[in-house]
Each structure stands twice: as C-alpha cells, then as structure tokens.
C-alpha cells in the first residue's frame, strides 16, 4: 500500500513539472514580441544569395531594414518582398534584421553560411500575435504565471514528500 501513494505522490510531482514547464520555455524563448508577426526565410544564406522577408498582421507599410542588405518596404495589403544579401557579408556572421510596422519594431537574426552553395537551414516563421478569429495572446515574460508555476511545483512536492514519510500505520502489506 506505502508503494502505491509513493507512486502516486511520484507522479503527481512529474505532472506539475511537465505542465509548469511550457510556460516557463516560451517565456524565455521569445527575444522580440510584436502585434505583428515577421519571418526572414532562410535563416541562413550564403554571401551574395537571396532571402524571403515575410510580415503577417501588419496594417502598415513595413520597412526591413539590416546591415547585410538595403532596407525594403513591404508595401501595406503585402506580405513578403526578396532581398539580395551583400556579397561582403562575412561568413558565419549573425546580422540582426529589424522590421518597423506602424512605429513597432521586431527583430530576428540572419546568418551568413560559410563558403557558397545553397542555404542550409529552412526554418518555421516564427508567428506572434492574434489571427483573427482563432483568438490566442503574445506570449511573454509573466512573473505572474512563474510563480504559479513555482507554487504547483512546490507543494506537488510537498504532497509527495508528505505520503512518502508517512507511516504506514495498521496498513502492512
């Protein structure tokens, strides 16, 4: 019997783990949150290649602007436009490439794959923001959801520290 509430206390702790952990990666994984949602595609091109800039929720022009290509203009009612990367971008270089929509800007990095040839890595764009109709928010830095977390954690393990010291009593199995 002392077996199954370890197990249960056991599995109550993982369960509060792997709910609380979510939160905690997209928190810390997002570097540049807008209302808008931006993509460079590629993410890694050779010197002199070519890459897809795309904007999604943006009811304004869209300017991109980096140090590895001259700025473009994603005209409104748009949602991607080419760019020609510099034919000195420096092999292995992470260039920042930052998009301004209506006075917001969001930004993501380029990098210049080393020696020539195709691009090497196809990424997913990267979506922030509402569509509309499906609902959903920015994800983000919250100290408010952290600590929930941290709580669920703490007396998941609390709970389990609690049924594994407790005595067994009549109960021998």
């Known amino acids: 019997m002392h077996a199954i509430r370890v197990a249960s206390a056991a ?9 609380a952990s979510p939160a905690a990666h997209a928190a ?3 570097n540049s949150v807008t ?5 460079v595609v590629p993410s890694t091109v050779a010197a002199g290649g070519q890459v897809t800039l795309r904007v999604d929720n943006c009811n304004d022009d869209t300017r991109v602007s980096s140090g590895v290509f001259d700025p473009v203009t994603i005209p409104k009612g748009h949602s991607s436009t080419t ?3 510099d034919w000195d971008a420096e092999p292995g270089a992470a260039y920042r ?3 301004t929509c209506g006075g917001e800007n969001g930004h993501t990095d380029l990098t210049i794959a080393g020696g020539s040839g195709n691009p090497t890595h196809y990424p997913v764009p990267i979506q922030r923001g509402v569509h509309a109709g499906e609902g959903g928010s920015v994800a983000g830095f919250d100290l408010k959801e952290i ?3 941290a709580a669920l954690i703490a007396v998941s393990l609390a709970v389990a520290y609690h049924f594994s010291r407790r005595g067994t009593g009549g109960d021998s199995a």
């Open 97 to 99: 490439v930052t998009f």
């Open 35 to 39: 209302s808008f949602g931006f993509s």
């Open 11 to 19: 599995l109550l702790g993982v369960t509060a783990l792997t709910l």
């Open 83 to 85: 760019a020609k990367v």
């Open 147 to 149: 600590g929930l977390g």
């Open 28 to 30: 810390v994984s997002e």
